[in-house]
């Protein structure tokens, strides 16, 4: 399976941006998909998955309100909708999927997200 995604960039504090994760490949194993993060000198941080099976979202709470996760199943593609972003959204933001939210196994190569204040 491989995973591109796109639409990082930089914002002022309080903008939008919409990221993309296309997957392609065998795909057929991976019932869920999610997106996480990493800023510089901090642990990876799972922001939000989607569930192919019954279109179910799970957020972590800093983006809650904030950010909404979808997806096109037909086309094994998934967004991110990132509104009223801060500067402590700032990081590296990684697509990934797998068969379960206690288990990934194909990530994406990245896209930076810069919010300036």
């Known amino acids: 399976v491989q995973l591109q995604a796109s639409g990082g960039g930089l914002v002022q504090a309080g903008g939008s941006l919409r990221l993309s994760c296309a997957a392609s490949?065998?795909?057929?194993?991976?019932?869920?998909m999610g997106w996480f993060r990493q800023a510089p000198g901090k642990e990876r941080e799972h922001v939000a998955t989607i569930s192919w099976i019954g279109d179910i979202t799970y957020y972590t709470d800093s983006v809650k309100g904030r950010f909404t996760i979808s997806g096109d199943n037909a086309k094994n593609t998934i967004y991110l909708q990132m509104n009223d972003l801060r500067p402590e959204d700032t990081a590296v933001y990684y697509c990934a999927t797998g068969p379960s939210r206690a288990r990934y196994d194909y990530w994406g190569q990245g896209t930076q997200v810069t919010v300036s204040s």
């Open positions: 490949g065998r795909t057929f194993s991976s019932l869920v």
